[in-house]
């Protein structure tokens, strides 16, 4: 099994206890389960790993690791690094560089992000914020930073524009922390996305696709969703994701992994 994790396994960085028990059911059942997601391995805190999963992919598909053993790590060429901070900069957006064990962010980033978080999460309880924050590191020179993918939190320019200056090689997608508003984004390689990571995956662990199960709510999940033996989308996801899944799931805030498991005979 491959879990989205924001609006899937934990709604706003909270996984419901219940969805903590279904994993360790499920894999004390004899099931591999592994975590799918758009965020980088810095940026999953210790709670929502504290289920136990056999691997972990992350970066949207772009860092894929299987009990410890690193398979994939894809970050942006240098040059083309370079160049998408540069354009990021000339356009003041508010933004993150993504790498499996660290988040680059330009000085003042970490206030702007702050005020933005606040605005779109008035529940000041909500630790989303906190899991970028602790791990951020922010730099007056991000030109020569190390990362496999770009979350915009705040650009007057549209997204896809900041796309088309970076130039062919790069393609982006809504933000998949949802909430966060039209102003967001995440920018990635073109040819990566969670569907390649979970083959990697399953084909390390020996599995053919028709084994698998998929479950994601955001279009960076509609990939995995499409190739997975079972395809399932949470209730309310885009339509686009919707018309690939076999089936539809509840999501985390009535701990709709419980009822997806038993309905599949998985724990």
């Known amino acids: 099994m491959f879990l989205d994790i924001d609006g899937t396994y934990a709604q706003r960085g909270i996984v419901p206890e219940a969805h903590v028990a279904a994993v360790r059911a499920a894999r004390?059942?004899?099931?591999?389960?592994?975590?799918?997601?758009?965020?980088?391995r810095s940026m999953v805190p210790e709670r929502i790993m504290s289920a136990g999963f056999d691997g972990f992919v992350g970066g949207a598909g772009a860092y894929v690791e299987v009990g410890g053993?690193?398979?994939?790590?894809?970050?942006f060429p240098a040059d083309l690094a370079a160049r998408a901070v540069e354009?990021?900069?000339?356009?003041?957006?508010?933004?993150?560089?993504?790498?499996?064990?660290?988040?680059?962010?330009?000085?003042g980033v970490d206030e702007r992000l702050a005020v933005h978080f606040a605005a779109r999460?008035?529940?000041?309880?909500?630790?989303?914020?906190?899991?970028?924050?602790?791990?951020?590191?922010?730099?007056a020179d991000l030109t020569t930073a190390s990362f496999g993918k770009i979350t915009c939190f705040?650009?007057?320019?549209p997204i896809p524009a900041l796309v088309e200056e970076m130039g062919p090689q790069v393609a982006a997608l809504p933000a998949s922390i949802p909430g966060l508003g039209?102003?967001?984004?995440?920018?990635?390689?073109?040819?990566?996305?969670?569907?390649i990571g979970m083959r990697l995956a399953a084909e390390h662990l020996g599995l053919p696709m028709a084994q698998?199960?998929?479950?994601?709510?955001?279009l960076n999940d509609l990939e995995m969703v499409?190739?997975?033996?079972?395809?399932?989308?949470?209730?309310?996801?885009?339509?686009?994701?919707?018309?690939?899944?076999?089936?539809?799931?509840?999501?985390?805030?009535?701990?709709?992994?419980?009822?997806?498991f038993d309905e599949l005979g998985l724990v």
């Open 182 to 195: 039209e102003r967001a984004g995440e920018i990635y390689l073109v040819g990566v996305h969670k569907g």
């Open 226 to 260: 499409a190739e997975a033996g079972v395809g399932v989308a949470i209730e309310g996801a885009d339509p686009r994701l919707l018309a690939v899944a076999d089936r539809v799931a509840p999501g985390p805030e009535r701990a709709g992994l419980v009822t997806l």
């Open 28 to 40: 004390s059942a004899g099931n591999a389960v592994l975590l799918c997601t758009g965020r980088p």
């Open 87 to 107: 354009v990021l900069d000339a356009h003041d957006v508010a933004y993150l560089l993504e790498a499996p064990d660290v988040l680059h962010g330009a000085v």
């Open 154 to 157: 705040d650009s007057s320019t």
């Open 69 to 75: 053993t690193v398979l994939a790590d894809r970050r």
């Open 121 to 139: 999460f008035p529940d000041a309880t909500s630790p989303v914020p906190h899991d970028i924050l602790d791990r951020l590191v922010l730099s």
């Open 212 to 218: 698998v199960v998929a479950v994601g709510d955001g």
